[in-house]
């Protein structure tokens, strides 16, 4: 339902293609290790990825399929707790496929304070901020 709401709103916005994948995992993902991580924030739930990819030609479009692609997740998502699937709607959004804005509480959750404090240690002149990706500042 998804990809033909919104491919028949974007073709006009140069949208040359729209892709849903929703990666089930094992309920025994979490098993094989017992140490804390960064990720996921709560080992207590499983996890299933969604990969929302969107392509578009002019980059004047950008924050319409921006925008487009956060309104298609946050719908999925509502449809997925109403539906009463085994998800909350505070549940870890996946780091690999989430928007590039999204908040790192929204990555991380309560370890997000800990790998702050780790950062702070690690990389006190902050080189891997001169990387891509998401930021952690100490």
């Known amino acids: ?10 073709a ?35 996890l299933m990825p969604l990969n929302i990819y969107y392509a578009w030609v002019l980059p004047l479009s950008d924050n319409v399929f921006q925008d487009a692609i956060r309104q298609s997740a946050a719908r999925i998502r509502y449809a997925a707790v109403a539906e009463d699937q085994a998800l909350s709607q505070d549940a870890p959004v996946y780091p690999n496929y989430a928007i590039f804005d999204t908040p790192l ?9 800990f790998l702050k404090s780790v950062k702070a240690i690690v990389d006190p002149n902050n080189v891997m901020g001169l990387a891509g990706g998401f930021k952690i500042e100490g």
């Open 1 to 10: 339902m998804q990809s033909q709401f919104w491919g028949s709103r974007l």
């Open 12 to 46: 006009l916005g140069t949208g040359t293609f729209i892709s849903y994948d929703v990666e089930p995992f094992l309920p025994s993902i979490y098993s094989h290790n017992t140490s804390p991580s960064a990720y996921p924030p709560v080992r207590s739930q499983g």
């Open 105 to 113: 509480s929204q990555l991380y959750g309560g370890n997000l304070p």
